[in-house]
């Protein structure tokens, strides 16, 4: 008798099962979680992943994911579990595990934890920063954690950047401009403006305090009227 392909096994030496077969695993295991069947090592390591990542954030502990995790064969699909696991579940630290992604996996869990917390506080955005292996002087961690601070005050206010630690000031007033930049841009390109022979009219679309530096930053800017804004 003559075997069809899709059910030839790995009967002796000579047989070679047939990929399709363990592609059908691979299916079956996304769904529960068994991962140990499929014998592929992309296909393997790719299941391990969606395990551990799986939602809702509270169906697994941490242990337990970091566990499934361990499964994984390869460096590059280990760092992305670590990686996973450590958006879905909010924690810097497992980005310390996540290899060649750990620098963009603690920037972007960082900046995560920072837009969920209900309070910002300079002490503990330092320990969450560190937390993550970022240097406590690194500016990128620090930009995120001002655009929270400056993002909740209505009006734009740099002038909160004053109550931060002296080494950060700087950086937070850089981040002060480059948040209004984005204001900026975000309302010109939704055509927000009023605009009276091209020019950007009162009410403006969002308010900020007076300041040297924005108010500088706003009248240079000759894009903020379109030539759809522009009178026949």
């Not at 980005?95 to 503990?124: I, K, M, N, W, Y």
């Not at 002038?159 to 007033?173: F, I, N, V, Y």
Request: net charge negative.
């Amino acid at each position: 008798m003559i075997l069809a392909p899709a059910l030839m096994v790995a009967l002796g030496p000579g047989c070679v099962e047939d990929p399709a077969l363990d592609r059908a695993r691979y299916r079956a295991a996304l769904r529960t979680g068994d991962c140990a069947t499929v014998k592929d090592v992309a296909l393997s390591d790719d299941c391990w992943i969606t395990a551990a990542s799986r939602r809702p954030a509270g169906a697994a502990s941490q242990s337990a994911r970091t566990g499934l995790c361990a499964h994984v064969v390869t460096d590059g699909d280990k760092g992305e579990c670590a990686f996973a696991v450590a958006e879905l579940l909010g924690t810097p630290e497992l980005c310390r595990d996540a290899g060649p992604f750990a620098d963009d996996c603690a920037l972007h869990v960082v900046s995560a934890v920072f837009a969920r917390q209900s309070t910002l506080d300079e002490g503990e955005a330092r320990a969450q920063i560190t937390l993550a292996g970022l240097a406590a002087d690194d500016p990128r961690p620090w930009s995120a954690y001002f655009r929270e601070v400056l993002g909740r005050k209505q009006p734009l206010a740099p002038s909160t950047c004053d109550s931060a630690s002296p080494a950060l000031k700087e950086g937070c007033r850089q981040t002060a401009r480059a948040l209004f930049d984005d204001r900026l841009n975000q309302a010109r390109d939704r055509r927000q403006f009023t605009c009276t022979d091209g020019q950007p009219t009162p009410p403006w679309p969002f308010a900020w305090e007076p300041d040297p530096v924005l108010d500088a930053a706003f009248a240079s800017r000759g894009d903020l009227c379109t030539p759809l804004d522009v009178p026949r």
